[in-house]
């Protein structure tokens, strides 16, 4: 494959328990563009972005994820990361006791060891965590707290798009960003995502509404559905799809599931 | 426990002989006949012994011993600590001892026997007193009688009616009304581990008058891997205001048992901290008792044990609401490996017209193998109709979503087990207020999770 490729999935079949779940995925992302995944609920949207991150508990059956160069399947999660892969997860962990600031430091200074850097020390890490923080209008006291704990839901998928902004990925793969955010906290989120996309990166936002889409204009636009992407297009076809719901695409109707969350 | 350099050097000969073991009332008549003591102690001596001797050890049938054998103490002979190593130890070698840098006042027992040599105090003109309880009881009994024995009853247990009728020495410190120990006063117990199986009585008396406020740091170790039992008993008096910091630190070798007590006696509008680290022993068991005996008074009890391998960490804890509007806030945290055990026994008692108690109990375990197992017993008894009393206790592992969190973001995986470790103890260390104390435990509780395989990862030699 071409080293211009950041993320090549081909022929994806995923599963938990010995249920399928991704039926068949593929999708290349190149630097620069931004993809979405939009499609119903158990469309295997998560679960995608689950298997790309490494979360253990999916079994793979068959196909291949090829990243920048290497089998991301054989890379452990923090192995990914340091690769320059991001989850924002949909639902951030709350871990009590482990300081916010710590945490990222430690996380930022793997990433540098293995990009060849030099550690930051606390006063370089203050100075980058201060311009970053910006980014996402977020209170700087909140890094003085245990990572995601008494932050109300806004918070936390900002602080997730913040870590973004402090480890710059080379893929940020955003789950479900927007759900549970105000249409403020929606638009502060997108924008930072925005200012975060460089011509050498890439991001895929998974999304199950098109409003996500209004802010983070994606080039691609992928259909999940009971584990396949039915449809792909341009920017247009998150419109088309809000305007006509999921059962207006081919091949999803069959499931009460798509139909369902069609609304 | 130590490393072995820290023992005497082994050209110093034994030349006391192993005495031959005799039945317990003999040792405790010819303990009896040297002594020079106050007739009130000689009595109250003779009355626990007499108690111990009807009840003897306790056995699993016992309600509060469930959970907690006590078989292998109790098939030990009883071999008091002879005082014949006290002196041996150069404070060079107390110099390796975690807290050495702090500053404040040190006394040093040595198999129970207080060490002047290795003892610090500072030259006082304000009244408060820091000594050996052998040194004030043959100067000022008359300030002792009054609470010596008098809070830590004889017939709580069998173990504190043993220490009540043979501890040895321990530590006395007064301070005054209104007076402020800034630094933590360090009292250090040291098992020589020269003699096999023998066992240490130390009763440490403190007294912290109306409005003063004092932090003692009580710290056991043992010099070598040789079984020991050590019976600590501790008897904290407060005066109104008065406001104390108290910390046992419990770090004996994997061969010793370790049962100790804490009794507090709690004024009007005192605010007491009292920790509890249980890092070492094979078997250790803590009695603490706070009695709210004044108004508004405040008690936190905080603690953290850590046990691998097959030893076993218990707590018993009896919280005594005695008067109204009085809070007591537990928290004790348990990280068990291997096929340790943790035992937590929380009894909460709010007497009638206790009112406007607010009483909270958390008790929370780790377990970091599959064979690890924890009993923990809240018991709440509440007379009293206008209260508020909670208590919570879990028994979980580390949180599979949280370490993936950690992982997506680039740290390795046992980085990432060993934050969540810390975080845990790290709860529990984070109340401690005298800052010094608070930094020295952090690390050295570090590196014992790190060093005793307790992540349950790598490290394996």
Redesign the interface.
Known sequence: MSMETILEIQDLHAGVDGKAILKGISLTIHPGEVHAIMGPNGSGKSTLAAVL????GYTISAGTVRYCGQDLLEL???E???AGL??A?QY??E????NSTY??K???N??RK?RGLPELDAMEFLHLVREKIKLLELDENLLKR??NVGFSGGEKKRNEIF?MAV?EPRLAVLDETDSGLDIDALRVVANGVNKLKRPDNAQLVITHYQRLLDYIVPDFVHVLCDGRIVKSGGKDLALELEAKGYDWIMGCSASPECVAAAT | MLSTTLAPQPTQPVTTPAPADLPLRAVFEQLQRTRTEPAWLRAARRKALEHFEQTGYPTLRDEDWRFTSVAPVAALPFRPASTSFASQFSAAALARLPFHGLEGDRLVFVDGHFVPELSQIAHRTDGVVVTSLATALAHQPEDLEPHLVRHARADDNAFAALNQAFFTDGAFIRVPAGRVVAAPIRLVFLASGREPDVTICLRNLVLVEAGAQATVLEHSTSLDGATHVTNCVTELVTGDRAVVEHLKFQDDNARAFHVAGFHARIGRSVKLLAHSFALGARLARFHVRAGLHGEGAEAVLNGLYLANRERLADHHMIVDHARPQCASHEYYNGILSDRARGVFHGRILVQPGAQKTDAKQTNKNLLLSDEATVDTKPQLEIYADDVKCTHGATVGQLHPEQIFYLRARGIPEEMARQMLIHAFAGEIIDRVRCAPVREELDRLIWDRLEQQEHLGLGAHD
């Open positions: 991150a490494g979360r253990e452990d999660p923090e990914r990361a340091r991001f989850l997860f951030p962990v871990i009590p006791g482990v945490f990222l430690a996380a930022l793997e990433i293995a245990a990572v870590q480890l």
